[in-house]
Structure formats: structure tokens, C-alpha cells
């Protein structure tokens, strides 16, 4: 059965870095788009970077752009994430998930097909 484990979440002070890692399993997600979303409490999901396989560059929410990177390693099935210059708005729970059907990045979490569990991150103020 396809799987997405993500690793990395913790506590970190304002202005501290993580990185993020998500491990793909039971099939070969090198060929989809896989993305980073995270969800605030009492906030809805909300789309923070994706990637697809071969097509363009990362494309991130202006919210976090300049300050995430992502990457994937298609070989390994999986994907990184670096998190620079966090604010306590960056607080929330974060969660890799792939999107079987387009090669385009979709910010759309409706779109995505598998989801991780989730890890936490939290920034201190």
C-alpha cells in the first residue's frame, strides 16, 4: 500500500531553520507532482510548495517564498523540505502529499491523491 512518512517537525525559535524530509513507499511516486501543505488550528490547508517531476521549477506560496526550498530525489522517492527564516506564523502541522493526476503543479489540496500523517513544527516568538 502507498505510503508518505514525514519526518523533521520540532521546535525551533523565530528566525531558526528545519528541514523537512517525506519518505514515499508501495509505489513509484517519482513520475507525479508531490507537494507541502499545512494547516494552522482553526485554519483550513493551505498550499506551502510543490514539484513536479520534470517540469519547471518548485512553485511556493508567496508566503513562503525566499524563505523554503524543495527538492524531491526521484532515485530515493523522496522529498525535502529547508525552511530558513521562520516566523510563528509557520507554526502549524505539515504534510507532504502527491498528486497522481497532472504533471502540473495544482495548489489545490482536493487535487492530491496520497497524504502523510503529518509532523509538527512550531516557532517560537
Known amino acids: 500500500q502507498a505510503q508518505l512518512v514525514e519526518s523533521g517537525g520540532g521546535l525551533v525559535q523565530a528566525g531558526g531553520s528545519l528541514r523537512l524530509s517525506c519518505v514515499a513507499s508501495?509505489?513509484?511516486?517519482?513520475?507525479?507532482?508531490m507537494g507541502w501543505f499545512r494547516q494552522a488550528p482553526g485554519k483550513e490547508r493551505e498550499f506551502v510548495a510543490g514539484i513536479s517531476w520534470n517540469i519547471g521549477s518548485p512553485y511556493y506560496a508567496d508566503a513562503v517564498k525566499g524563505r523554503f526550498a524543495i527538492s524531491r530525489d526521484n532515485a530515493k522517492n523522496t522529498l525535502d523540505r529547508q525552511m530558513n527564516s521562520l516566523k510563528a506564523e509557520d507554526t502549524a502541522v505539515y504534510y507532504c502529499a502527491a498528486d497522481l493526476g497532472t504533471v502540473v503543479v495544482v495548489p489545490n489540496p482536493v487535487e492530491y491523491d496520497y497524504w502523510g500523517q503529518g509532523t509538527q513544527v512550531t516557532v517560537s516568538s
Open positions: 508501495g509505489r513509484t511516486f517519482s513520475t507525479y507532482v
